[in-house]
């Protein structure tokens, strides 16, 4: 899994790039909270990844969660097939704020 | 004519300090007088040269107060000497040297006042010697110290006063007070502006040492070489160095090194030793007897009193075998896979001490498996940097920062401790040097677990067709694997791609459970996947042969339960027709079975 870090009209865009399993999950995570933590609306660029498994759900939770207790925004962006599917399946599409472009998400959050 | 002697009076004459300002006859010249103090000023301002500046100063102040001769005394290095620099008139004494304290120029240096003998030959202590033997007949001196504040750097004198009687007046004596102050300024500037110029050559040369000494160090290299290291200096030039460098043989040999003291003296040994190092450490590959060698030769030459902290070894990334010796060096931290720290003490004397110390074989050697685990090796410039409140590093609080940073790469993480001392806002307290080496675990382990393995067909097992089955060790790299080969099955079986992205999901997943449930994420445990295939489903066995687990904990999670974690059991129930936990088999572990029904409407 690669990852990339931008800053765009006080929002941080952060890219997760290929597959986020168990093996790369506690990176996401860390990625994740770190973002979060800069306390300013966060939009998660998930249109690179490959696959995504219940572990890189679950770091997706966290950080929403996180956000959202401090009154943050947290949203997703572009999300591939693949992720969007594993969303779903985890009822989970409905839960998250999901924008289809950046530039939307951008509007949305800020 | 004769020339005059100015040294060989006595002090006892009558001393009067100037104190007046001129009145009457002498108003007409306080002009004239002014316009002087001006004239030289505006020299001494603007001068390059300040003996040339000098020489013509005491010229014009000798004839403006109508001297027979004049002479600038300054004080040598180290005060005790005063010699004659410039002579004007009719004296010419230059290179004449007198003590600090003799005669009326020694007396108003030490004193830092001004003087006017009026007649010499009234002063029973007055010398003539040198009057008889050159002719000379001095009668009457004038002197004033050259002194900016309290420092006095020397005097000038004036001897006889052309016409009248022959005698200096007070008015005199105060103008020559005030050049003289000028022409002190003007020294004190010149020399102050030659030191910067000596230390701006200092500094420069300071400069060439460091870039030369950079240059010792070796370069960077990509985030995956397992060897990375850092030195800062607390000065300009360092007296830690490391290095390190790859053998023939694919092993890495490395060192770091802390020579003691600071500054120059200390970073001309560095060179040295970094330099035997790095020549030696090419043929002789033994670490013990690589330190006995360079020992040897640092006794040899070594300047008394300064010796060498060494830990030199041999990595293998191939094994993660290490082979140190440590010379009285701090002692190198090693962070095994586990995370427990072990400090590893020198047993032998620092370099450069005593080369009877060194027996046969050499310094003593340690040998440890990095098995995953990273080795830490740094001077006390680490361990006793200031952090934020002042407090020095220590062991503990590297620990601490090496757990802290454990999820960076290592040279990220070897930069991130280092920034913890060497802050903008904190001068370093000594020379800063760590290395950092870091195994990865995985060739050692790929040749235990050869990665995921396909087993072949044995032909038997009946009307349930295997297509796939593989074996591979419970470790989370593993899984990228499996999941491409499952793919490939699943289509091979004719799955949609829908299809076939949930059923790698649901393996996937379940692969993970039996990582960290069953095995409890030990690296080592064995997990059999096995995918069958008839017309219109898949079946997919998954075996381990860990502790068998209570099937009645495992449960899906509620769905409007929204919290990390046990989404895993869900998403395998969601997407597979059937899931089911099979008896135990007999020797252990659990068998679980999941069945895929095949749509073949696409």
């Known amino acids: 899994m690669k990852h990339d870090i931008t800053e765009k009209n006080n929002v941080t865009i952060v890219s997760l790039v290929g597959d986020v399993d168990l093996e790369s999950s506690p990176e996401a995570r860390k990625i994740l909270m770190e973002c979060v933590n800069l306390n300013r609306p966060v939009l998660v660029n998930l249109s690179g990844i490959g696959y995504i498994d219940s572990s890189g759900v679950a770091s997706l939770i966290e950080a929403l969660q996180t956000a959202r207790k401090r009154d943050g925004e947290f949203a997703l962006v572009k999300v591939s097939d693949g992720a969007l599917r594993v969303l779903q399946l985890a009822r989970l599409d409905k839960i998250f704020t999901i924008y289809d472009t950046v530039e939307d998400g951008l509007a949305g959050v800020s | 004519m004769p020339k005059a002697s100015i040294s060989g009076h006595s002090v006892a004459m009558v ?83 007198l003590g600090g304290d003799e005669g009326i120029v020694g007396y108003c240096v030490q004193n830092n006042i001004a003087e006017i003998v009026r007649d010499v030959t009234k002063d029973p202590n007055f ?33 006889n006063k052309v016409g009248g009687d022959g005698l200096f007046s007070e008015a005199d004596l105060q103008l020559l007070q005030a050049l003289s102050s000028s022409a002190a300024l003007a020294i004190i500037n010149a020399r102050m502006a030659e030191a910067l110029v000596e230390q701006e050559r200092v500094k420069r040369e ?52 802390d020579v003691s003291g600071k500054g120059m003296n200390a970073a001309l040994l560095m060179a040295k030793t970094a330099s035997l190092f790095r020549c ?180 038997a097992g009946g009307e349930k067709q295997l297509k796939l089955k593989l074996k591979f060790p419970s470790q989370p790299n593993r899984l990228k694997l499996v999941r491409s080969l499952v793919s490939a099955t699943a289509e091979l079986c ?65 769905l409007d339960d929204v919290r990390p974690g046990g989404l895993g059991t869900h998403f395998i129930r969601e997407v597979m027709d059937e899931v089911a936990f099979m008896p135990p088999p007999e020797d252990g572990g659990n068998l679980l079975k999941m069945v895929k029904r095949i749509s073949h409407e696409t």
């Open chain 2, 280 to 459: 030696l450490g090419k043929t002789i590959h033994e670490p013990g007897l690589l330190l006995a060698k360079i020992n040897a030769e640092i006794c040899e030459t070594a300047t008394r009193g300064m010796f060498v902290t060494m830990v030199g070894g041999v990595y293998d990334p191939k094994t993660g075998h290490v082979r140190l010796a440590n010379a009285g060096h701090e002692p190198p931290l090693f962070h095994d896979a586990n995370g427990a720290f072990t400090a590893l003490p020198a047993e032998a004397p620092p370099l450069g001490i005593s080369p009877l110390l060194v027996e046969d074989g050499g310094f003593p050697e340690t040998e440890l498996d990095l098995k995953g685990g990273t080795l830490y090796v740094f001077t006390d410039g680490l361990t006793e940097g200031y952090v934020e409140d002042g407090s020095e590093l220590q062991v503990d609080g590297l620990k601490k920062l090496i757990e802290e940073n454990a999820a960076l790469s290592a040279p990220k993480r070897l930069d991130a401790i280092i920034a913890r001392i060497n802050r903008d806002d904190q001068a370093l307290r000594d020379d800063l040097t760590a290395l950092i080496i870091e195994d990865s675990a995985q060739p050692e382990m790929l040749a235990l677990h050869p990665g995921v393995e396909i087993i072949p067909s044995d032909g």
């Open chain 2, 206 to 257: 300071l400069e060439l040492a460091a870039e030369i000494q950079r240059s010792l160090l070796p370069d960077k290299r990509s985030e995956s070489f397992p060897v990375h290291g850092v030195n800062l200096p607390a000065r300009m030039v360092s007296g830690d160095f490391y290095d390190f460098f790859p053998l023939d043989d694919g092993r890495i040999c490395f060192n770091l090194a």
């Open chain 2, 494 to 558: 004719g799955c949609g791609q829908e299809a076939s992205q949930d059923i790698v999901l649901a393996i996937d997943e379940a692969c993970q459970n039996v990582i960290r449930h069953a095995y409890k994420d030990e690296p080592n445990g064995e997990i059999i996947l096995e995918i069958r295939h008839n017309e219109d489903e898949m079946i997919i066995l998954l075996r381990d042969f860990a502790k068998t687990v209570d099937t009645a904990v495992i449960r899906p999670r509620e």
């Open chain 2, 15 to 97: 001393k009067q300090a100037a104190k007046k300002i001129p009145t009457g006859g002498d108003v007409e010249n306080f002009s004239d007088h002014l316009e002087l103090l001006a004239l030289m000023g505006r020299d001494f301002a603007a001068s390059m040269d300040i003996e040339e500046t000098l020489n013509k100063g005491l010229a014009r102040i000798t004839r403006h107060l109508n001297a027979v001769g004049g002479a600038l005394f300054l004080l040598d290095e180290t005060g005790e000497k005063l010699c004659c620099t410039s002579c004007s008139g009719d004296t010419e004494i230059t290179g004449l040297t």
């Open chain 2, 127 to 159: 010398q003539q010697a040198v009057d008889k033997q050159t002719g000379f007949v001095t009668k009457s001196i004038l002197c004033a110290p050259m002194s900016v504040h309290d420092q006095c750097i020397g005097a000038i004198e004036l001897v």
